[in-house]
C-alpha cells in the first residue's frame, strides 16, 4: 500500500516537474522571439527612413539656398537704368531673367530630376533659353548702333516694368515651404515665368520694332505653354 501510494506520489511530481518545466521553456522562446523582433524592426524600417529623410531634407535645403542665390542676382541685374529705348530696355533685363532660368534648371536637374517629364521640361529651357540670350545680345547692338531712341514709350514701358518687378522682391519666399526640390523648382519656375509674360505683354504696348514683337510672342506662347506644363506635373504629384 505504501509503495503504491509513494509510486502515485512520484507521478504526480513528475507531471508538476514536467507542467513547470513546459511553462518555463514557453515563456523563454516567447520573450526571444520577442526580443529579436523588437530589435530587427527599428534597425531596418527607422534606419532607412531616416537616410531618406535626411537625403530629402538637405537636397531641398541646398537647392532652394540656390534658388534664393540665383533670384536675388537675377533681381538686382534686372533693375534696368534708362537707355532711351523701351527694345533696349525690355531685351537688357530679360538677359538675366533668361540666365536665371537656366541657372534654376541645371540646379534642379543636379538635386531633384526624378520625374521625366519635368527633367525633359528643364532640358528644353536650359536649350531653348541659351540659344535665345545669343540671340538678344545680338540684337541689343543692331539697336544700339542704329542710335534710334524713344524716350516716351520708354518711360511708358518701365512704369509697368518696374511696377512687375517690384511685385516680385520676395519670390522665393513662395517656395520657402517646399517639401522637395521638384516641387520647389516648379513653384519658383511659375512664378519666374510670368515675369516674362508680364515684360512681353508691356514691351507689345510701347514698341514697333518687328524683331521686338516676334520675340515677345514668342515669350507669350512659349512661357504660357510651360507653365500650363509645370502645373500639370505639379498636380499629378
Known amino acids: 500500500m505504501n509503495k ?3 509510486y502515485h506520489m512520484y507521478g504526480l511530481l513528475a507531471i508538476i516537474i514536467l507542467i513547470l518545466l513546459i511553462i518555463f521553456l514557453s515563456l523563454y522562446i516567447g520573450r526571444g522571439t520577442t526580443g529579436s523582433s523588437t ?3 527599428p534597425s531596418a524600417s527607422s534606419g532607412t527612413d531616416i537616410i531618406k529623410d535626411t537625403g530629402s531634407d538637405t537636397e531641398v535645403s541646398v ?16 533693375r534696368v537704368k534708362e537707355s532711351g529705348s523701351a527694345e533696349l530696355d525690355f531685351l537688357i533685363s530679360m538677359i538675366p531673367h533668361y540666365e536665371a532660368s537656366v541657372d534654376l534648371s541645371k540646379s534642379y536637374l543636379l538635386l531633384g530630376g526624378t520625374n521625366n517629364k519635368l527633367k525633359s521640361l528643364a532640358n528644353e529651357i536650359i536649350e531653348e533659353q541659351a540659344d535665345e ?29 518696374n511696377k512687375m518687378l517690384s511685385s516680385h522682391q520676395h519670390i522665393t519666399e513662395e517656395t520657402e515651404a517646399s517639401n522637395n526640390v521638384e516641387k520647389a523648382y516648379i513653384e519658383g519656375m511659375v512664378i519666374h515665368h510670368q515675369m516674362a509674360v508680364d515684360m512681353a505683354d508691356a514691351i507689345l504696348k510701347y ?5 521686338i514683337l516676334d520675340i515677345a510672342e514668342d515669350i507669350l506662347e512659349m512661357q504660357k505653354e510651360e507653365i500650363s506644363q509645370m502645373e500639370e506635373i505639379f498636380n499629378d504629384m
Do not use: W
Open 4 to 6: 503504491h501510494k509513494n
Open 39 to 41: 530589435l530587427q524592426k
Open 63 to 78: 537647392y532652394l539656398k540656390e534658388q534664393a542665390t540665383i533670384i536675388s542676382d537675377m533681381l538686382e541685374n534686372m
Open 133 to 161: 540670350i545669343e540671340d538678344m545680345r545680338e540684337l541689343i547692338q543692331e539697336i544700339q548702333k542704329s542710335g534710334i531712341t524713344s524716350p516716351e514709350k520708354e518711360k511708358g514701358y518701365l512704369k509697368l516694368y
Open 207 to 211: 514698341s514697333s520694332h518687328p524683331e
